[in-house]
């Protein structure tokens, strides 16, 4: 069905975001051998937040992970806390990847970084890329398979995982709804958008806790997910676990689903879509929400809640991301563009409240 040129591919590495290649190989020399001899590097082109390398000796393949250069917000970067998640899921949750190695001794390349095994296969962005040809019930099976791998990640047994003490559960909701809001607060620019309404609407209208608690991705969404080039209907891995911790799944729904840009939605909205969710055959967010909630037993009565907190959050990490690049602590042109991609999210939060769109 798909062939091997549509393995996701790595780039040079963009000016700015350059590795000490010397002090790296004289670090993984213990870990690699004489093959580090031959290392080289390349850069993973997607995502805004921490950077993505691939680690090359000869035929054998790596990924490196580490924070971008000139972020402020530390917690938002945590080699540490994703190297962990990943060491505790490797033998109960297929998708993750294995962890090789995690470093903190910043006199290797200026900052905290951990390597991980590469998953090859093919990583769907903005659009199909061309030559994978889904029908539109291919479509539809291979994208309810992605939410089925979440469901999965939701049913991992904490003390299995050895999880049970990752994160703070109780009042999970109320801190995140909290913590984002002093993070949008920390990072306005005076061409922000005005999000006091939104956050006091969010405030006002938090549901009780789902009851169940379980590991979260927090940052799951179509480009974090790897599928087999062989099948590209299954899903064979899960990356970016940076936000990952142990709290209300429905969190975790709704914070995916705010990437969610179906065929029926504002224009607006679907020309700052980020995958092809609204490509014929994608399901709607309704059956996504009914499929998870059967497949969970968890009741989605609130998901107005959880779907308006779902855009601001993806609002609060656009502004963070502007605001380096407003700053001048990154030059990618990329980060220009959230400024509007920001009154887009904040048009469709106001579109949740008024009750014009449910789901």
């Not at 939410?147 to 904490?158: I, K, N, P, R």
Request: glycine letters at 6%; hydrophobic letters at 35%; charged letters at 25%.
């Amino acid at each position: 069905m798909a062939h091997s040129n549509l393995v996701d591919s790595t780039c040079e590495i963009r000016q700015g975001e350059e590795l000490d290649v010397h002090k790296l190989k004289d670090y993984l020399r213990p870990f690699l051998g004489a093959q580090v001899a031959s290392l080289e590097l390349r850069q993973f082109p997607g995502g805004f937040s921490n950077l993505t390398y691939q680690i090359c000796c000869g035929e054998k393949k790596w990924v490196l992970r580490r924070p971008p250069f000139g972020s402020t917000v530390k917690s938002a970067h945590d080699m540490s806390r994703e190297f962990r998640i990943l060491s505790a899921l490797k033998d109960v949750y297929v998708y993750g990847p294995r962890p090789v190695l995690y470093c903190d001794d910043h006199s290797v390349i200026g900052c905290d970084f951990y390597v991980m095994n590469y998953i090859e296969g093919l990583i769907i962005r903005k659009d199909y890329p061309p030559g994978l040809n889904l029908s539109p019930p291919q479509v539809h099976q291979q994208l309810l398979n992605l939410f089925d791998a979440l469901g999965d990640l939701h049913s991992v047994d904490l003390k299995e995982a050895g999880l049970a003490d990752f994160g703070r559960p109780q009042g999970y909701v109320r801190r995140q709804v909290e913590g984002w809001s002093k993070r949008w607060e920390a990072a306005v620019t005076p061409d922000a958008q005005n999000m006091e309404e939104i956050i006091k609407w969010l405030h006002d209208n938090m549901p009780a806790e789902s009851g169940r608690v379980s590991v979260i991705h927090n940052d799951y969404k179509l480009d974090n997910v790897i599928f087999s080039v062989a099948d590209p209907l299954q899903v064979i891995g899960v990356l970016d676990w940076e936000m990952s911790t142990v709290g209300d799944p429905l969190m975790d729904l709704g914070c995916t689903l705010a990437y969610w840009v179906q065929e029926d939605d504002p224009e607006s909205v679907r020309q700052c879509r980020t995958m092809p969710s609204d490509t014929p055959g994608a399901p709607k967010r309704a059956e996504i929400i009914e499929r998870f909630s059967q497949r969970t037993g968890l009741s989605v009565d609130h998901f107005p809640f959880y779907f308006c907190f779902g855009q601001f959050r993806l609002a609060v990490i656009g502004q963070q991301i502007y605001y380096r690049y407003y700053h001048g602590l990154t030059q990618d042109h990329r980060f220009k563009m959230m400024v509007e991609k920001n009154r887009v999210l904040k048009h469709m939060c106001d579109l949740i409240i008024s009750g014009k769109i449910e789901n």
